[in-house]
């Protein structure tokens, strides 16, 4: 007898699956077709509704916000982290402890002044305040350079002053709060502060011996740039969803009341972990706000967040970080309500 490709089933009368090995060739792309079909089909459906989706006019304007908050912010992002990168490499370690007073008391509002030398975003300030303290210096004015330095460098207040034109008060209030609250911390410190609350800090951050220091300006760059430039992309998409998505009627619970919109506002700096060059820019989008609590969001977004409570746990220690965020933030919303007050 001879073979076939097909045979039939004499009991069914269908035919009988297939036994040559051409007939298994002949229908073995059939199922890769199929289900190549059905994927090709259930992809052009899923972009047809992702499209659609994102043509919606929530999403439009969702994106428009995030990419504005973006390219407003980006250019003093790289100015600040190119020059906080060379003062880490070309800088001597021990400046600071030359230029500072020996007494403490005058050594912190001194600290506080020379933070504006450091044009960087906070996530640099951490590990300089740890070693200004291994070289000696004063934790109350570490702490009060820890607090100045990223938010009233000369970057910052020129991306306030972009970010608000025509509101040169908007800048002297942030400088005037920042200050204020970093000498205020550096003061509780002496007052208030014990040793046992801290533990030794471990990073370096001087030059290392035996590297170029134009090496050492690359990384530096490198590291700080990619950390505070993936902060300002979530924090401006978190701006943009706050923008688009919160009710109307849930802000205007938060925007009617100048108690309420403080409070909010210090909490949502605290969470969004804007880097300090780009915050002017996401506090500027939030208009249904008044100025004061806008001005809370600048002075408290610098000192504490969610990034820099991480950092100081990991560099000074759990106890320290607790009760220096703590303080910090209740002294930056007071600096903000009062200078504001009377500023704006």
């Not at 007494?103 to 070693?131: I, N, Y």
Request: hydrophobic share 55%; charged share 10%; glycine share 8%.
């Amino acid at each position: 007898m001879a073979e076939t490709d097909e045979l039939v089933d004499l009991r069914s009368g269908l035919p009988s699956a297939p036994t040559t090995p051409a007939a298994r060739r002949a229908i073995a792309p059939w199922p890769y077709a199929v289900g190549l079909v059905t994927a090709v089909g259930l992809g052009s459906v899923l972009a047809l509704t992702v499209t659609h989706w994102a043509n919606h006019p929530a999403v439009a304007a969702w994106r428009t916000v995030c990419l504005a908050i973006t390219v407003q912010a980006l250019p003093f992002l790289l100015l600040g982290t190119a020059l906080s990168g060379a003062i880490n490499a070309f800088v001597p370690a021990d400046l600071f402890t030359r230029v500072l007073p020996r007494r403490p008391a005058l050594a912190v509002p001194v600290a506080s002044v020379a933070g504006a030398v450091l044009p960087g975003c906070e996530c640099a300030s951490v590990p300089v305040a740890g070693s200004l303290i291994r070289r000696g210096v004063t934790p109350a004015a570490a702490f009060a350079f820890l607090l100045s330095a990223p938010a009233i460098n000369p970057i910052v207040l020129t991306a306030t002053a972009v970010a608000f034109p025509g509101n040169p008060a908007m800048v002297l209030a942030r400088l005037l709060a920042s200050l204020t609250t970093a000498a205020v911390m550096g003061w509780l410190w002496l007052w208030l502060g014990r040793e046992d609350w801290l533990r030794p800090a471990v990073r370096h951050t001087g030059h290392h011996p035996g590297h170029s220091r134009w090496r050492e300006f690359r990384l530096g760059f490198q590291h700080d740039f990619l950390h505070a430039g993936g902060y300002l992309v979530l924090g401006a998409m978190a701006a943009a969803t706050f923008n688009v998505a919160v009710p109307r009627s849930v802000l205007d619970a938060f925007t009617g009341s100048p108690w309420l919109s403080v409070p909010f506002l210090t909490l949502l700096a605290v969470l969004l972990a804007v880097c300090s060059e780009a915050d002017a820019f996401v506090a500027a989008s939030l208009t249904g706000f008044s100025p004061v609590a806008r001005l809370a969001f600048l002075v408290v977004g610098p000192m504490v967040d969610l990034k820099l409570i991480a950092l100081q746990t990991g560099t000074f220690g759990r106890a320290f970080a607790l009760r220096f965020c703590t303080a910090t933030t209740l002294v930056a919303v007071a600096a903000s309500v009062l200078i504001g007050g009377a500023l704006l």
